[in-house]
């Protein structure tokens, strides 16, 4: 698996897992109805512990990335993510604010931003058309 921890970031072990998962997704690594490792399995896999695993696993199951089923197992939901409705916009809005705001005293130029921003989503959008 495509997996990549940081041990030493500031970032928590469980955040860091949500946010690969989901660059798998957007990179088209991981399809709709694709399995994941079972909690204990990835918590082996990757040495961390599973309540760690069973957390982002909780999460993305929340946000709609994943279901998870007894019978089999955690999959990557199989009719995609749900679009982005007025609800999830607002929170984009929210979650950049803060970025912005930290740009703008760093007297970073919109134009900078916009364009880093830019080619983050080229980045995934180009990954995504090679699979």
Not at 15 to 20: A, E, M
Not at 48 to 56: G, Y
Not at 69 to 77: A, D, E
């Amino acid at each position: 698996m495509f997996i990549r921890l940081d041990f030493e970031s500031d970032e928590p072990i469980y955040t860091q897992l949500i946010h690969q998962i989901i660059e798998g997704i957007a990179k088209k690594n991981l399809s709709p109805g694709d399995p994941l490792p079972s909690v204990r399995a990835m918590a082996a896999d990757i040495g961390i512990n599973l309540h760690t695993v069973n957390k982002a696993y909780q999460h993305l199951k929340q946000e709609g990335f994943i279901l998870i089923h007894r019978q089999k197992g955690v999959v990557i939901h199989p009719d995609g993510v749900a679009k982005a409705d007025a609800a999830y916009m607002e929170q984009v809005q929210k979650k950049l604010r803060p970025f912005v705001a930290e740009s703008i005293c760093r007297q970073v130029s919109e134009e900078v931003f916009l364009k880093q921003c830019q080619e983050l989503f080229n980045e995934f959008n180009e990954e995504g058309e090679k699979k």
